[in-house]
């Protein structure tokens, strides 16, 4: 199957400040690419839908100034969370379509904001 | 809206034996893939098997089976001879073109 990948795959930060996720479509090209944010022992929630050399698509609920999509290429993604608080502390997870239907996976990246 | 949904939060199974993890979807869409989703303690979420809903044989890989009902919008999996790998919360989910939903898992529990 296709693989994604993502880093960090773990990071801390300081209060306030921003992080920057990366995900990478590795041998195929990705127009669209997902995020999701996962609490512990929870399924996962779509925050947004990157498009390359466009606007991200957020779910309600999602402060589009808080968490920036760029997608710059077609193997690229990132989510950069901005201003980080503790409450953003979570596990995301980023994945692209392959084929017409099927979503892989990135490995995921924890964020813990002190 | 489509809505995924898995009844069983935790489930346990003997090793070598057989175990099958529930899910029922709603949709009015008549063309749509479903699939099974693993997620081990290292988080990485593997897919298990997929099933085309236009397709009537059920999808098979391995150790792991559906049993696809799309009248009843019923979307099982059946993983036979268990093995400890097979620990891991399983996710039902729903695709359509770019949408995706995902039930809310199965903690499958193996026991030695």
């Known amino acids: 199957g296709a693989v994604v990948s993502q880093h960090p795959s773990w990071v801390i930060c300081k209060s306030g400040t921003s992080v920057k996720i990366e995900c990478r479509s590795l041998d195929f090209q990705a127009t669209t690419m997902f995020w999701y944010r996962q609490f512990p022992k929870q399924s996962l929630m779509l925050m947004a839908t990157s498009n390359e050399g466009s606007k991200a698509t957020y779910e309600q609920g999602v402060e589009k100034d808080k968490f920036l999509i760029n997608h710059a290429s077609l193997t690229l993604s990132t989510l950069t969370v901005t201003s980080a608080h503790p409450e953003d502390s979570s596990f995301y997870i980023c994945s692209a379509p392959w084929g017409s239907d099927t979503q892989y996976f990135g490995p995921g990246t924890r964020l813990t904001v002190l | 809206a489509q809505t995924v949904t898995q009844s069983q939060p935790e489930m346990s199974v003997q090793e070598a034996e057989t175990v099958t993890l529930s899910c029922t979807y709603d949709?009015?869409?008549?063309?749509?893939?479903l699939f099974w989703y693993k997620q081990p303690p290292s988080r990485q979420m593997i897919l298990v098997i997929r099933?085309?809903?236009?397709?009537?044989q059920n999808a098979t890989e391995n150790r792991f089976s559906v049993n696809f009902q799309k009248a009843a919008k019923s979307f099982s999996l059946k993983i036979s001879d268990s093995q400890l790998g097979d620990a891991a919360m399983y996710f039902c989910?729903?695709?359509?073109?770019?949408?995706?939903?995902f039930g809310t898992g199965t903690s499958l529990t193996v026991i030695p």
């Open positions: 989910a729903y695709g359509s073109g770019n949408q995706f939903y």
């Open positions: 099933q085309e809903a236009y397709k009537q």
């Open positions: 949709t009015s869409e008549s063309d749509y893939y």
